[in-house]
C-alpha cells in the first residue's frame, strides 16, 4: 500500500512569507502528526490531529497551524516565516493513537533565505 | 519539560563489532518506541515497548525497557553496514498522541 506522501519535497522560501505543506497519510489511518528536525533541537513535535481535531499541539509559536480535512489530508501553515524555521517538516500517520507505531513520510525540506 | 537524552551521540564501529545505545529521562516514561533514520532519510518505527523490565528481540536487535521505566537501550549484535544510520528512542504518551524524541545516536559501520 501507499506509504505516507508529503508535497512538495524541496522548498525555498524568503523571510516574511508564508508556506502550506502537504501531508497525504495512510489509507485508514486517521491521525496525523507533525513534527520538525533541526540539527540543534532534533525531533519536535508541532501537532496531531485525528478526524478534523487537533487533539495535542506542541510547543510553537501561533505562526505554526495546521488542520485536518474529512479524508484525512492534512496541511500544515507556517506565516511571516523566519530563518529558524529552516528545517525538515515530516509528517506521520498512524492507525488510532500511535500504539502501532507512526509511518513518517519522506518530508519537506524547507530553507528560509 | 521532559528530556530524553541518548548515549552515545556518534559512535563508530567496524562490521561485524556490537552496538549499544542507551535513553535515558529525567521523567517516567510511558511506553518507549524506537526509530531508524537512515541518512537523508525518515525515521522509521522498529518497536515499540510498554511494560517494566520488557526485553524484545528483532533478529540482531534487543531492546530492553529498564526497571523503573526512566531509560531503555537498543543492542546491535554483529553490525552490519546496512545499519547505520541514526537511532532514535522516543517516549509515547497515547493520551496525547504525541512522541516525545530523544537526542538520538548516530552509528557509522566501516568495513
Known amino acids: 500500500k501507499a506509504g505516507v506522501t508529503q508535497t512538495p519535497r524541496y522548498l525555498i522560501k524568503t523571510r516574511g512569507q508564508q508556506v502550506t505543506l502537504s501531508c497525504s497519510p495512510i489509507?485508514?489511518?486517521?491521525?496525523v502528526s507533525w513534527y520538525q528536525q533541526t540539527p540543534g533541537q532534533g525531533l519536535q513535535f508541532l501537532f496531531e490531529?485525528?478526524?478534523?481535531?487537533?487533539?495535542n499541539k506542541g510547543n510553537f509559536p501561533g505562526r505554526f497551524s495546521g488542520r485536518q480535512f474529512s479524508n484525512s489530508r492534512s496541511e500544515m501553515n507556517v506565516s511571516t516565516l523566519e530563518l529558524g524555521d529552516s528545517a525538515l517538516y515530516l509528517c506521520?500517520?498512524?492507525?488510532?493513537?500511535?500504539?502501532?507505531?507512526?509511518?513518517f513520510g519522506s518530508g519537506t525540506r524547507l530553507t528560509v533565505v | 519539560g521532559q528530556q530524553v537524552m541518548q548515549i552515545p551521540q556518534y559512535q563508530h564501529v567496524q562490521e561485524g563489532e556490537d552496538f549499544t545505545t542507551y535513553c535515558n529521562s529525567s521523567?517516567?516514561?510511558?511506553?518507549i518506541q524506537w526509530y531508524k533514520q537512515r541518512p537523508g532519510g525518515h525515521p522509521v518505527f522498529l518497536i515499540q515497548?510498554?511494560?517494566?523490565?520488557e526485553v524484545k528481540k528483532q533478529k540482531r536487535l534487543t531492546f530492553q525497557f529498564g526497571e523503573a521505566k526512566k531509560n531503555s537501550s537498543l543492542h546491535i549484535t554483529a553490525t552490519q553496514t546496512t545499519d547505520v544510520g541514526t537511532y532514535f528512542c522516543?517516549?509515547?504518551?497515547?493520551?496525547?498522541?504525541?512522541?516525545?524524541f530523544g537526542t538520538g545516536t548516530r552509528l557509522q559501520v566501516t568495513l
Open positions: 506521520a500517520s498512524s492507525y488510532g493513537t500511535g500504539g502501532y507505531g507512526y509511518t
Open positions: 489509507s485508514g489511518h486517521r491521525s
Open positions: 490531529y485525528f478526524s478534523e481535531t487537533q487533539r
Open positions: 521523567t517516567t516514561l510511558s511506553n
Open positions: 515497548l510498554v511494560k517494566s523490565g
Open positions: 522516543a517516549d509515547f504518551t497515547g493520551t496525547a498522541s504525541k512522541l516525545t
